[in-house]
């Protein structure tokens, strides 16, 4: 072998194998790197499941709270109705205990004023012989009578 030919045969071996070499680590090197992807691949697809799921979750969660809160408003609505009308029965009510407790002082004064009428002419009566007789028999018929 000549010398020239020795000199570029070594270094070319060494440097066939040295490339060999990282031709073998960078088919490792890729067969980790896909072996790794379909592991994200794979935990990607798990959590976009999941997320999937929460969100079908938070949105039948919204629509039973909306639901919900419709309920809610038609009951309110409901309530304010009846309380109208009970605050417009309770109006109606107190103006006629106020016709009637006026009506019934209204009596009240009247029969006042009739029963001292009533015992003016009686006590003026009384003094009178006749009435003092007639009075004392009825009040031996009925004791009840006595008194006045």
Same mark, same amino acid.
């Given at each position: 072998?000549?010398?020239?030919?020795?000199?570029?045969?070594?270094?070319?071996?060494?440097?066939?194998?040295?490339?060999?070499?990282?031709?073998?680590?960078?088919?490792?090197?890729?067969?980790? /790197?896909?072996?790794?992807?379909?592991?994200?691949?794979?935990?990607?697809?798990? /959590?976009? @499941?999941?997320?999937?799921?929460?969100?079908?979750?938070?949105?039948?969660?919204?629509?039973?709270? @909306?639901?919900?809160?419709?309920?809610?408003? +038609?009951? /309110? =609505?409901?309530?304010?109705?009846?309380?109208?009308?009970?605050?417009?029965? @309770?109006?109606?009510?107190? +103006?006629?205990?106020?016709?009637?407790?006026?009506?019934?002082? @209204?009596?009240?004064?009247?029969?006042?004023?009739?029963?001292?009428?009533?015992?003016? +002419?009686?006590?003026?009566?009384? +003094?009178?012989?006749?009435?003092?007789?007639?009075?004392?028999?009825?009040?031996?018929?009925?004791? =009840?009578?006595?008194?006045?």
């Amino acid at each position: 072998m000549n010398m020239p030919a020795l000199l570029t045969t070594k270094p070319l071996l060494w440097a066939i194998g040295i490339l060999s070499l990282a031709v073998i680590a960078l088919a490792v090197c890729l067969v980790v /790197v896909r072996a790794s992807a379909r592991a994200d691949a794979a935990t990607y697809e798990g /959590v976009v @499941a999941a997320c999937t799921a929460q969100k079908s979750g938070a949105t039948t969660r919204v629509a039973e709270l @909306a639901s919900a809160n419709a309920g809610y408003a +038609r009951t /309110v =609505a409901v309530l304010q109705a009846e309380l109208l009308a009970a605050q417009a029965q @309770a109006l109606t009510l107190k +103006r006629q205990s106020d016709g009637a407790v006026a009506a019934a002082q @209204a009596r009240e004064a009247d029969a006042n004023t009739t029963l001292k009428q009533f015992m003016n +002419r009686y006590a003026g009566q009384a +003094r009178e012989t006749r009435c003092a007789l007639a009075l004392t028999e009825v009040e031996a018929s009925c004791p =009840a009578f006595s008194g006045y």
